[in-house]
């Protein structure tokens, strides 16, 4: 694609279009670069709600945890549905009347909401697991989503990391939100998916997945079981797409061998964040599942990776202006983006195989 001309891609999970300008790099101010803010970290905090033996809500205390730890939030999103039955009722039917009109829809949402401490110490990331502790986390997430997703239609694992993403607790962990109703963005990719199975006899993300191995050109790494890309539509400037390579639908259905590959994979993306800006790297990251309740076979399970970051440890990538009144726009091409971190990326990888 020309470095000197605009042109749009369009996101074939959520049908959305994302506005490419790479002729802006060319522009004579290209903004502040500035170094990552250095902090001391400390390995535990007395007044941390998810270090061990600290304090929670309402005088409960976390267990001494040594490793990953799970409980339900104290201030969950989502009520369950004793909680629902007492609430006023509104236009559930989307039906016009007198006192609620047509456009004014709205229905229960009742469900569960989990944190899991991906580690006990406070000061650490994922970029500092081993995959040993890698794979004992997947273990404990997978099992948190067996429960869940036998409860509930849609269960969506996420990590929001870094201040810069609005995380205001520095110590590791991320979140499980499951609920009877589809997500908008669920619903949206199902759809996609749906339709492409339907029209190809195939799974998008799995025909997806062989031509971006194939072609090689924004693949940042790949294991037997993993493919980690810049997506042909990235909207963020180093958003990264991790697919399996599997006809796994979802979460539950990894095997130990999975979840091996899947850890090393994880090693190598984080440590390759870490080292672009050499920082701890931001980013919002989650896993989408198949709904639970129908066939699976046009659905292959996906991580999406949504780092803010753009030319160093402090500059963030704005989502304003015409970004939140038209598309998504970019600078920086996706293939420059992926050649960047696959530079960083394949002596990592060779780093962990040999201390493997």
């Known amino acids: 694609m020309s470095q000197t001309n605009s042109y749009r891609r369009k996101n074939a999970l959520t049908g959305d279009w994302v506005l490419v300008s790479p002729q802006r790099g060319n522009r004579p101010w290209s903004g502040e670069a500035a170094a990552a803010d250095s902090e001391e970290r400390l390995t535990f905090d007395p007044n941390c709600p998810l270090c061990p033996g600290t304090e929670r809500a309402n005088n409960t205390f976390n267990a001494d945890y040594r490793g990953p730890h799970v409980f339900n939030n104290d201030f969950s999103a989502l009520t369950g549905p004793e909680v629902n039955q007492e609430r006023e009722p509104g236009n559930v039917t989307g039906e016009a009347n007198d006192a609620s009109p047509g456009f004014i829809i709205e229905e229960a949402a009742e469900g569960e909401c989990r944190v899991i401490c991906f580690d006990h110490r406070h000061d650490r990331t994922l970029a500092d697991f081993s995959q040993s502790e890698l794979f004992r986390l997947l273990e ?39 609920h009877a109703h589809l997500s908008s963005t669920i619903a949206t990719e199902d759809q996609r998916q749906v339709d492409y199975f339907r029209e190809n006899g195939s799974a998008l993300l799995a025909d997806y997945q062989q031509w971006e191995s194939k072609l090689n050109e924004r693949v940042v790494f790949e294991n037997a079981d993993w493919l980690i890309v810049v997506p042909y539509w990235a909207a963020w400037p180093f958003e990264t797409l991790l697919l399996t390579k599997g006809t796994q639908s979802d979460f539950a259905e990894l095997t130990p061998g999975n979840l091996e590959t899947l850890a090393e994979a994880l090693a190598v993306l984080n440590r390759t964040y870490d080292a672009l800006f050499d920082c701890s790297f931001p980013y919002s990251m989650g896993w989408h599942n198949a709904p639970s309740d129908q066939p699976k076979k046009h659905w292959r399970l996906h991580a999406h990776f949504f780092p803010p970051l753009l030319r160093s440890a402090n500059i963030k990538k704005h989502m304003v202006g015409y970004e939140m009144l038209g598309e998504p726009q970019r600078d920086l091409t996706v293939e420059s983006a992926a050649h960047k971190l696959r530079q960083l990326a394949d002596p990592i990888k060779q780093q962990l195989a040999k201390s493997s």
């Open 140 to 178: 404990v997430i997978q099992q948190a989503y067996r429960e869940l997703s036998a409860k509930y239609r849609c269960v969506t694992l996420f990590e929001n990391k870094g201040a810069l993403m609005g995380c205001s607790q520095p110590h590791p962990h991320g979140q499980i939100w499951a």
